[in-house]
């Protein structure tokens, strides 16, 4: 017996009762441990979130109230029954090896450092001990994580029913996270862990041990009728641990009694059914393994395929789908590796219904796909619901169905079988029976991938092994099962335990086998020499050799049979001897396997717990962000009202004076300690004593109304007389206090005499609009003249440029034909013609737009047009002169029709460049081309200031520039929207622009196709 355990035994100590809570903890500890026994042989420890900066008193108030004695725990200490232990203020508490260990806090961890989670996840390691786990509680999820993996330990996990307390959200949590065993009121948490008594849980400990164990099957009964599954196949041992531990909840006393308890609690069975089909399931469990599957075992299935042919996969087991999901990904990812574009068939199948509706849904949490490498995570799940799904490809390659492989027929064709650590809870039968429908569901060269703490056992003829100690195994085609011996038992081949035992008992079996070798080579060297001396011989004499020979086969029969009677008994024994220790063998894997689910699901809680912490040290600093800004807005407001000018009043419901700003005090001449608290109509020997004024004000507080604009002209006694413009209305208060009224006064007198003033000058304001009007025809003369000069102008330029355009272009050529022509000169010439052809461009804009000022219109030349391949070419070229700013998006559909490319070129081209020269930089400018209907709309969009709706109205008239428009002064000539407008109109369409601060500007031309 190891030593730890003796020492616990001789201390008489039950059990450990970890309880947690947080708000409102107190007043429930102190109810649940005067509600239970004192004699309970427990020790409790108390967890609760306490602040490290100070000294906590947890202990003093529960040692004055509670019988028990109450310790906080300073130092590592052994845990004494029917004691009170509570941790220390700055201290975690963790469980190890019958101690409880106090681990000092870091400065740097937040007050809520998942304190709870950390004990129960420790304790849940402890496997001597019964282990109780309770939530009351609390506001944060701490707690919901450690109880899971105490529940799946083995422990009774009791709540606080959530209704019943005001902080809710720990129970809440730990109910949602399926760690709630039982949902209780606190009185009868205390009543269940009271009727935990030492002497009836010695006594199941004690029965089961001797092996004496009462019969299961009132219980496994209900469980076949209400679910349909015949437990008689499943290891005794692990059924006994998980019914016992349900009784013990239950308060049951027997087996008999537990079964009646589940016959009239429907929702226990069910609970008990889920507690005994053990669903500890991850993804890419066994890392190696997995690496393993991908890099040798599944290219080499798929290279067996042929053209077109499904993987086929089973995974026989599947939990809540991890599993399956990681083996698809596994089977993918080798697909994509190889090229092949075969789909695969993964059927996935558990006997629990809940599991499979959990698979089928493909949700799962951050914290259950953690150990996913980022790669695959990213690659096939997408978030969303509050977790993450798998992809919908993925999931369309897999098929979940419920089943129950002791009863059920297997699938067939199958290429990969995985059934990993299920067989390990079954019997020698169940599991051989279960092998041998895998070698029959397995196509020849198929392969069977099993747990770490499975292999194949009788049926190891049939599965040659891959990895031995990753658990592959590859079907044997000619494979058959060992024969059967006469007593009906499998044979197998003798232990070194049994050759031990056998050669104890004075012979071994080789031992026997050479000597059955040795007695028939005797006889067939007697009959050689028989043979031989057979010719010399007399007849008497070949008579009496032959009776000799005859007796000696005789003899020899006998010995052999004798010898082989011999052989059987040991076999016999050997095979007993066998199958004790391969039970041992697979109790002990089955015990390993729950220790390495536990380690898992501990380290899964652990990451979990370091994410909560991560987003708890954000949430503080937020928080902390946040008072430091509510401190500065706080000063920033008060800072303000004793900057502002104008007279600023709170006054209380009372119209009592609350406090007022400096420019009060200074406006009327008073001083604060004759203002503050006094009633607002006193102030001043009653100069605000105003009836009309007490009236609206009386009407404020209730927020049934506000004071806007209220001028009151009134001999003040400091000031003399003054016009005054005053505005009240409610400020709210937080925490139910009494709203104040905020009164706002402006001395208006100045505008009072001003207004006077402009009313005396109306009429000459209207002299000068006459004036004004005069000013108008002028104007429109300038531009008329305007007009008149650029058309005279833009004529007589053009001849004289064509000759210079002409000589620059006869001088490249000249200059082109040169042995070795100077670049540079070159190089200007070009430039020069491009210089040119910009200026001519620009008097044919000149004489387009007075063409359409005078009504005359602009001719066209009309041709069947593929805008699609004209914008093409338009980008090319105007993306190199504004680079990346300028972006493109071209809509579906045929866009071809009857328009003039030159006009679509200059339409693009001054809208274009007005969106870069009015745009914001680097903001892009978009131009979208789209088909709507029977037109084309070709739209213009950049970000810059607005245009007002006034401008719209001229934003096209001839000599219409930016600073006319207060867009801010830049260079042109006015003519681009004008040109814009009437090449539009001329091709049947027409253009209009929508601007806001908020979506920027936007010309279109809509164009007939």
Known sequence: MPKSKKVLQEASLTGIVAIGASAGGLESFIALLNGTKSDTGFAFVLLQHLDPSHHSQLAEILGRTSPLRVTAVEKKLRPQPNNVYVMAADHHLLWNAGFLVPVARLKEE?????????????????NELKKVGVILSGLNADGAAGLKALRDSGALTLVLDPKLTEFAVMPTSAIEAGAAEQILPLSEIGEIISSISPARIRELKERSNRGDGYSLSPVLDLLHGAHGVDFNAYKSATLRRRIERRMLGARCATIEDFAAYLKSHPAELRRLFEEV????????RDEKSFAILRSKILPRLWKAKRAGEPLRIWIAGCSTGQ??????????????????????QLFATDISEESIKVARKGLYSAAAIKEIPPKLRRKYFI?????????????????????????DPAFSRLDLICCRNVLIYFQTVAQERALRAF??????GGCLFLGSAESTGEAASLFPVIDRHNRFFLKNAAGHAKPLVATGEKSVAPTPAAKQKSQANGFSMPAMAQAIKLQLDSSHRLLGNAKTAAVPRTEAALARELKNTRQHFRNLLESQSILYEELQATHEEVLASNEELQTKNEELETTQEELRAANEELRTVNDEILDRNEQLDLANARLEKLTVRLTEEEAYASAIVETVREPLLVLDRNLCVYSANHAFYQKFKVKKEGTEGEPLFRLGNGQWDIPALKELLKNVLPGRDVVTDFEVSHEFPRIGRRTMLLNAREVARESGAEAFILLAIEDISDRVRQRSALLASKDRVESERDVSRTDAAELRLERSLREKFVLALSHDLRNPMAGAKLSAQLLIRRASNDASPDEGTLRTLKRIVENMNRADRMITDLLDANRIKAGQG?????????????????????SSRYGERLVWIQGEGELKGDWDPDAITRILENLIGNAFKYGLDPEPVTVKV????????????NEGKPISLQDQQSLFDQFRRAEDTKLGGKDGWGLGLTLVKGLSEAMGGYVSVQSSAAEGTTFTVCLPR
Request: proline share 1%; glycine share 4%; with cysteine.
């Open 277 to 284: 089909t053990i669903h500890v399931t991850g993804f890419f």
């Open 930 to 941: 789209e088909i709507k209907n029977i037109q084309v709309d070709i739209s213009v969009h």
């Open 383 to 407: 978030a969303g619901d509050g977790g993450y799904h798998v992809v919908k490809a993925l999931r369309n390659a897999c098929v979940f169905a419920r089943q129950d492989l002791t009863a």
């Open 110 to 126: 937040a007050l809520n450092h998942f304190a709870i989670d950390r004990f129960l996840s420790s304790l849940a390691q402890e």
């Open 439 to 444: 070698h029959s569901s397995l196509v020849d």
């Open 858 to 878: 602009v001719s066209l030349k009309r041709e069947p047009l593929d805008l699609a391949e004209n914008l093409r070419t338009q980008s090319a070229e105007l």
């Open 323 to 344: 599993e399956a999901y990681s083996v698809a990904i596994m089977a993918l990812e080798a697909a994509e590796a190889a090229g092949s574009e075969a789909q695969i």
